[in-house]
């Protein structure tokens, strides 16, 4: 496994983690009503976001490499 592949799995599995994470916070029956779990989850969705904007733009940048 090359480097390139390493890095987009692992960018990749972040991603999932992150929306994972924030969907948990957001739908949980337990985290109903208090706000540091909505903070978290906005914040973790956002992270997710940005995740996938870099590995949009990394693939760009690499797509010349093997």
Request: hydrophobic share 55%; proline share 0%; charged share 15%.
């Amino acid at each position: 496994m090359s480097l390139k592949a390493f890095h987009v799995f692992f960018i990749t599995i972040s991603v999932l983690l992150c929306l994972g994470f924030g969907a948990w916070c957001l739908g949980s029956e337990y985290a109903h009503g208090k706000m540091a779990y909505t903070v978290a989850g906005i914040v973790s969705f956002v992270l997710g976001i940005v995740l996938v904007i870099y590995e949009i733009t990394f693939l760009k940048k690499t797509k010349d490499l093997e």
